[in-house]
C-alpha cells in the first residue's frame, strides 16, 4: 500500500511540477530596463527596440529613453519618453522592429498581422508623429528603395510630399483610400535617398490599431507602381519627435509577416 501511494505522488510530481512553468512560459524574462543612447538596440523574441536617435544632433537640447515592459507570446509592450528643443528635423524614430520573417517579396507575403495599442502624455505642445515604418528594396537585405508609412497619429508634423497647396500644406496623391477599417490619404515623396510613401488618417488618431499591412502594399502596387517583386526589408513601429515633450505607451503591439 505505501509503495503503491509512493508511485503515485512520485507521477503526480512531473505534472504539479509543469503547471507553474507553463503558465511563467506565456510572459517571458526580457531585459525591462531603461536605456538612452543613441543606438541602444533591446532584443526580446521576435523583437528589437531601437532607441534609433539618428537626428539627434539637430536638437540644441533634450535626450530620449526607452524600454521594454513585457513580452507575451508574440506582444511586446514597451514605453519611449523623450524631450526635444531646437531644429526643425525629425531627431530619432525610437521604434520596435521586427526580425522575423523579413527580407521576402512582397508577392510572397500572403499577410502581416498587426495590433497596436498606445496612449500618450504630453506637457504642452509637441511636433511627432506615431507611425509604422516599412522599407523595401530591389533584394534580400539591400538598400532601400520604398518607405511605406502608416501614420495612427499627426501631432503638428507632417508627411514628406512631391507637392504642397499655395496653403503650404502637403497635396496627396489619393484621398479617403479604405484600408484595414480606415479611411486614409496617401502622400508620396522623396527623402532624398529613397521613395516615401506615407497613409495618414484623414481624420483623428488611432490609438487602437489592428488590421493587415499586407493591404497597404496591396494598394501600392495596384495603384502606385511599386512592384510586387520587392522584398520587404525592414518593419518597425514607433515614434519620430521633432519638438516638445512626451511619454508614448504601447500596451500591446504584435506583427507577423506570413
Ligand atoms: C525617461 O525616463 C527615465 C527613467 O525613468 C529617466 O531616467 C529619464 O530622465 C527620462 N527622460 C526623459 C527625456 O524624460
Given at each position: 500500500m505505501f509503495a503503491k501511494g509512493l508511485t503515485l505522488i512520485l507521477l503526480a510530481a512531473p505534472f504539479l511540477a509543469s503547471a507553474a512553468p507553463a503558465e511563467l512560459e506565456a510572459r517571458q524574462n526580457i531585459d525591462t530596463s531603461s536605456h538612452c543612447g543613441q543606438w541602444d538596440v533591446v532584443t526580446a523574441g521576435q523583437y528589437s527596440l531601437l532607441l534609433?536617435?539618428?537626428?539627434?544632433?539637430?536638437?540644441t537640447s533634450g535626450s530620449q529613453c526607452a524600454h521594454l515592459a513585457s513580452l507575451s507570446g508574440s506582444t511586446v509592450s514597451w514605453a519611449t519618453n523623450w524631450t526635444w528643443t531646437g531644429g526643425?528635423?525629425?531627431?530619432?524614430?525610437t521604434n520596435i522592429q521586427l526580425n522575423?520573417?523579413?527580407?521576402?517579396q512582397l508577392s510572397a507575403i500572403s499577410s502581416m498581422p498587426t495590433t497596436w495599442k498606445w496612449s500618450q502624455s504630453t506637457s504642452g505642445s509637441i511636433v511627432a508623429d506615431v507611425a509604422y515604418d516599412l522599407f523595401t528594396s530591389n533584394?534580400?537585405?539591400?538598400?532601400?528603395?520604398n518607405e511605406i508609412m502608416i501614420w495612427l497619429?499627426?501631432?503638428n508634423a507632417g508627411p514628406i510630399s512631391f507637392q504642397y497647396g499655395s496653403d503650404g500644406k502637403p497635396v496627396p496623391v489619393a484621398s479617403s483610400i479604405s484600408l484595414a477599417g480606415h479611411t486614409w490619404n496617401l502622400y508620396s515623396g522623396s527623402n532624398g535617398a529613397n521613395n516615401v510613401f506615407s497613409f495618414l488618417p484623414t481624420s483623428g488618431t488611432i490609438t487602437s490599431f489592428s488590421g493587415d499591412l499586407k493591404a497597404f502594399f496591396t494598394y501600392l502596387t495596384q495603384?502606385?507602381?511599386?512592384?510586387?517583386?520587392?522584398?520587404?526589408v525592414t518593419a518597425q513601429a514607433g515614434t519620430e519627435p521633432t519638438s516638445g515633450s512626451a511619454t508614448l505607451t504601447t500596451s500591446a503591439y504584435s506583427l507577423a509577416i506570413n
Amino acid at each position: 500500500m505505501f509503495a503503491k501511494g509512493l508511485t503515485l505522488i512520485l507521477l503526480a510530481a512531473p505534472f504539479l511540477a509543469s503547471a507553474a512553468p507553463a503558465e511563467l512560459e506565456a510572459r517571458q524574462n526580457i531585459d525591462t530596463s531603461s536605456h538612452c543612447g543613441q543606438w541602444d538596440v533591446v532584443t526580446a523574441g521576435q523583437y528589437s527596440l531601437l532607441l534609433d536617435q539618428w537626428g539627434k544632433d539637430g536638437a540644441t537640447s533634450g535626450s530620449q529613453c526607452a524600454h521594454l515592459a513585457s513580452l507575451s507570446g508574440s506582444t511586446v509592450s514597451w514605453a519611449t519618453n523623450w524631450t526635444w528643443t531646437g531644429g526643425t528635423g525629425v531627431k530619432s524614430f525610437t521604434n520596435i522592429q521586427l526580425n522575423q520573417g523579413i527580407n521576402k517579396q512582397l508577392s510572397a507575403i500572403s499577410s502581416m498581422p498587426t495590433t497596436w495599442k498606445w496612449s500618450q502624455s504630453t506637457s504642452g505642445s509637441i511636433v511627432a508623429d506615431v507611425a509604422y515604418d516599412l522599407f523595401t528594396s530591389n533584394t534580400a537585405g539591400g538598400s532601400n528603395v520604398n518607405e511605406i508609412m502608416i501614420w495612427l497619429a499627426n501631432f503638428n508634423a507632417g508627411p514628406i510630399s512631391f507637392q504642397y497647396g499655395s496653403d503650404g500644406k502637403p497635396v496627396p496623391v489619393a484621398s479617403s483610400i479604405s484600408l484595414a477599417g480606415h479611411t486614409w490619404n496617401l502622400y508620396s515623396g522623396s527623402n532624398g535617398a529613397n521613395n516615401v510613401f506615407s497613409f495618414l488618417p484623414t481624420s483623428g488618431t488611432i490609438t487602437s490599431f489592428s488590421g493587415d499591412l499586407k493591404a497597404f502594399f496591396t494598394y501600392l502596387t495596384q495603384n502606385e507602381g511599386v512592384s510586387s517583386s520587392q522584398y520587404l526589408v525592414t518593419a518597425q513601429a514607433g515614434t519620430e519627435p521633432t519638438s516638445g515633450s512626451a511619454t508614448l505607451t504601447t500596451s500591446a503591439y504584435s506583427l507577423a509577416i506570413n
